[in-house]
């Protein structure tokens, strides 16, 4: 039997204990389409939302206006926050922003954006930054006009920066031919107050705009973190003081962070720290808005982890928000273009002290193995400049791509690349390492067709980064389709590791309003419009071994096959890549697994216990076969209350031995002797079922592993099975500065006191509980790949 586990989300994963520092407040945030990238509202609208823990705000992107602000009553943790799709946001308060200009006593008001340049879904707004933090995107081409008079030859732009606690209006105009003396207006009327601000300016020039601010606070501030603050840091390299300056406009204490360039080959540990000190002389907690920012072309900027620890180096668990851009077209500069990393964060800071800390940023390796990064990856100066996360191991380029809401009409999963590999471009006479890899395709999440043939795409996805890595990675994206009639919450995780690239997803969907549908996967490998790579064979099977290997006929917009059971535990489908030595790009390809972990359903009212699959050939550029998890044979409507939760491993395999440059000795061993063939999925299916036996404390989550010490905060579990480095993460601790994992024997005497392991641990605060995770990649290979039981004791308690 497929096992019947369910995923315990993280905000249940750990028990109710005392605040942790202001970092207790939750506070984030979230940016998202109120009716999806495709949707408007029922007048016609293009609203594009923020959130955070404190207020809420609507814009029509089109207008450049304001169509709702107001405190949020009651909010709710970040985690739980990310699935709620409650009326709240659509029911705010009114509001109105008025961005005018000022010339001769006549009043020329924003009519809105400039349209008529833009092609099919394109939008006038530009996602920059989006993640826990900060909040940020811009309007541009917007035009004015002044009821007595035709539009003026003015260009303006409005860029909004949201954090937390605070909502800023940035008001820009340039191109201007007026050669008279203007006024700048930014008027914001709420349900409460009106707040204006204006600005005088002689003339206007294109490379100095003339611009203006307003800041919006839900409550009344009792300190300005730019009175209160002062921020300084010091590069420990070179005992350099780094430039530090308040912006007024954003909110943030910028840190310039010096552009480096190194060669990740040769210096694969590389990575950079940095002093800082925050005073706060207010009688009152503060929490220090920072931004780490670095320009210019640096090295790394594909895979890089930012972490703040404390003046004794002890990791403090608050997370960096990673945002970055590497796009950049020289003939057609755009504003905000890369290359760029911005890492933002908010510290907590007591009442007349000082915080003392440092920022670490982590590159290609920690600890000798691959680091893990999720960022969301800007994609002004690429196109769409919508949410786009990207996930790096390592840092020698992509390793898997999000598209939340499907912005570049693909997939939700995208961009899926191997893991040290010969890169692209590579000829067997001159293979190139430490370099990007050939894309082996994409794949995605819940693929709805209604009854009417018309796909049901997500809206109002939103992103919670619970884990920014560099030991595990954690992200939430959670909405519902278009239609309302499916509430669906996709966790997306990679780990640490060294021998393949893989991600793990767990995918919980609730109907909430019945459904016919006319086609339905809950998953597919190699996504209807991206999967253009071919695939020779077919594969499934389970923990015993292989059930059928087949060829077929690819394309078509067809299905292969339809309804096939997955029987036995662990089943698992493989798809063989066609070899291409004449590739025009050249290098190594890869070969696509997707195991499925844990199984859990009703559909059509009915206990559906075991997964079935389906098969249907793709026309992307190329005839090709994916994969999906399908519904059952004769299920042609889905009912309220029927659900799916799924745990899945999409792993990338080698084709070959000699293609693989990496240093898990059991993995080439295991691809000399089973070069393109199933037998590597089997593997990892088979020795990553893992059997965790928990003697002191409580198993959460069986993979990827989550336990929670007991009452006396000491856990001791064993492990069977294993296959690479692994992740190991523990809730609910309260002082991760006294936390020690040992590997004992069975009698609990220590064999190991796992120093490296130790060493390099991934501490996240989660403000759900007011606790700690921790987590741990642990090395569970084994010679000749035998199967071998481990004994661990976890201790946090304080002596």
């Given at each position: 039997m497929c096992k019947h586990i369910l995923f315990l989300l993280v905000g249940i994963?750990?028990?109710?204990?005392?605040?942790?520092?202001?970092?207790?407040?939750?506070?984030?945030?979230?940016?998202?389409?109120?009716?999806?990238?495709?949707?408007?509202?029922?007048?016609?609208?293009?609203?594009?939302?923020?959130?955070?823990?404190?207020?809420?705000?609507?814009?029509?992107?089109?207008?450049?206006?304001?169509?709702?602000?107001?405190?949020?009553?009651?909010?709710?943790?970040?985690?739980?926050?990310?699935?709620?799709?409650s009326e709240t946001m659509q029911t705010l308060p009114d509001a109105v922003l008025r961005l005018q200009?000022?010339?001769?006593?006549?009043?020329?008001?924003?009519?809105?954006?400039?349209?008529?340049?833009?092609?099919?879904?394109?939008?006038?707004?530009?996602?920059?930054?989006?993640?826990?933090?900060?909040?940020?995107?811009?309007?541009?081409?917007?035009?004015?006009?002044?009821?007595?008079?035709?539009?003026?030859?003015?260009?303006?732009?409005?860029?909004?920066?949201?954090?937390?606690?605070?909502?800023?209006?940035?008001?820009?105009?340039?191109?201007?031919?007026?050669?008279?003396?203007?006024?700048?207006?930014?008027?914001?009327?709420?349900?409460?107050?009106?707040?204006?601000?204006?600005?005088h300016f002689p003339g206007f020039l294109e490379d100095a705009p003339a611009a203006i601010h307003l800041e919006w606070h839900p409550d009344k501030p009792t300190v300005d973190p730019g009175e209160a603050i002062t921020v300084s840091s010091r590069d420990v390299e070179t005992q350099s003081e780094l430039p530090v300056a308040y912006d007024v406009q954003r909110g943030w204490f910028r840190i310039d962070l010096p552009a480096r360039h190194f060669d990740l080959a040769e210096h694969p540990e590389h990575g950079d720290q940095y002093d800082v000190v925050i005073e706060n002389s207010a009688d009152a907690p503060v929490l220090a808005p920072l931004l780490f920012a670095m320009k210019g072309a640096f090295s790394g900027i594909t895979g890089m982890t930012p972490l703040l620890v404390d003046q004794h180096g002890l990791p403090t668990g608050y997370p960096v928000q990673i945002s970055k851009n590497w796009h950049h077209i020289p003939e057609r500069p755009k504003l905000y273009e890369g290359p760029w990393f911005h890492g933002f964060s908010y510290v907590p800071v007591k009442p007349n002290q000082e915080w003392k800390g440092r920022l670490q940023l982590i590159y290609a390796h920690w600890g000798g193995v691959p680091a893990v990064s999720h960022a969301q990856l800007c994609l002004i100066g690429w196109g769409v400049n919508q949410l786009w996360d990207q996930v790096a191991i390592g840092s020698w380029g992509e390793t898997i791509c999000y598209d939340p809401d499907i912005n570049l009409n693909r997939s939700m999963i995208d961009d899926i690349r191997p893991l040290m590999v010969y890169g692209m471009g590579s000829v067997p006479e001159t293979p190139k390492l430490w370099t990007w890899t050939n894309n082996v395709g994409g794949g995605d999440f819940l693929t709805l067709f209604g009854a009417d043939g018309k796909r049901r795409f997500p809206s109002r996805m939103r992103t919670a980064y619970l884990k920014y890595g560099p030991n595990l990675t954690e992200v939430v994206y959670a909405g519902v389709t278009d239609d309302g009639a499916v509430e669906m919450r996709m966790t997306v995780s990679s780990p640490r590791c060294d021998d393949v690239a893989r991600a793990y997803h767990h995918i919980r969907y609730d109907v909430v309003r019945p459904v016919a549908f006319s086609r339905l996967?809950?998953?597919q490998l190699g996504a209807d419009n991206y999967n253009d790579h071919q695939f020779e064979r077919l594969a499934h099977g389970n923990q015993n071994g292989l059930t059928e290997e087949w060829g077929f006929q690819s394309g078509g917009m067809v299905y292969d096959r339809a309804g096939v059971v997955c029987e036995g535990d662990g089943p698992w489908w493989f798809s063989a890549h066609r070899a291409?030595?004449?590739?025009?790009?050249?290098?190594?390809?890869?070969?696509?697994?997707?195991?499925?972990?844990?199984?859990?359903?009703?559909?059509?009212?009915?206990?559906?216990?075991?997964?079935h699959a389906a098969f249907f050939g793709t026309e992307n550029g190329i005839p090709s076969m994916n994969v999906e998890l399908a519904p059952p044979p004769g299920l042609e409507q889905l009912q309220p209350g029927d659900f799916v939760e799924a745990t899945l491993e999409l792993v990338v395999i080698p084709m070959n031995a000699d293609d693989y440059y990496g240093p898990n000795i059991n993995l080439r061993a295991h691809l000399k002797e089973h070069a393109n063939s199933w037998k590597p999925v089997h593997r990892l299916a088979q020795r990553n079922d893992l059997d965790v036996t928990v003697e002191h404390g409580e198993l959460l989550r069986p993979y990827p592993v989550i336990l929670k010490s007991d009452e006396d905060r000491t856990l001791k579990f064993s492990v069977h099975g294993g296959a690479g480095y692994v992740p190991f993460t523990i809730a609910?601790?309260?002082?991760?500065?006294?936390?020690?994992?040992?590997?004992?024997?069975?009698?609990?005497?220590?064999?190991?006191?796992?120093?490296?392991?130790?060493?390099?641990?991934?501490?996240?605060?989660?403000?759900?509980?007011?606790?700690?995770?921790?987590?741990?990649?642990?090395?569970?290979?084994?010679?000749?790949?035998?199967?071998?039981?481990?004994?661990?004791?976890?201790?946090?308690?304080?002596?």
């Open positions: 994963l750990c028990v109710t204990a005392p605040k942790v520092d202001a970092l207790a407040d939750d506070a984030y945030g979230f940016m998202y389409w109120m009716h999806g990238w495709r949707g408007r509202s029922p007048d016609g609208e293009r609203l594009f939302a923020i959130q955070t823990n404190r207020f809420g705000a609507v814009f029509d992107v089109e207008k450049a206006a304001l169509v709702g602000l107001g405190n949020l009553p009651d909010p709710q943790t970040y985690c739980d926050a990310v699935s709620d799709i200009l000022v010339k001769d006593d006549r009043v020329f008001s924003c009519i809105g954006a400039d349209l008529s340049s833009l092609k099919g879904l394109e939008s006038p707004s530009r996602i920059i930054e989006s993640g826990r933090f900060l909040q940020r995107f811009d309007i541009q081409g917007l035009r004015f006009a002044c009821p007595a008079q035709n539009t003026l030859d003015c260009v303006g732009r409005l860029e909004v920066i949201a954090w937390p606690d605070r909502l800023a209006f940035l008001f820009e105009v340039a191109a201007c031919n007026e050669a008279h003396p203007m006024t700048l207006r930014i008027k914001l009327e709420t349900e409460a107050d009106t707040f204006i601000g204006d600005k996967a809950f998953y291409m030595p004449n590739a025009p790009r050249g290098g190594a390809w890869a070969n696509r697994g997707l195991i499925i972990r844990s199984w859990d359903a009703r559909l059509g009212g009915q206990r559906a216990d075991r997964p609910g601790v309260h002082t991760p500065e006294k936390a020690v994992l040992t590997q004992v024997d069975k009698t609990g005497n220590a064999v190991d006191a796992l120093t490296e392991v130790n060493r390099y641990k991934q501490v996240d605060f989660n403000a759900c509980c007011s606790c700690y995770h921790i987590t741990y990649n642990i090395l569970l290979d084994t010679q000749d790949d035998a199967f071998m039981t481990r004994y661990f004791l976890f201790s946090s308690a304080t002596k």
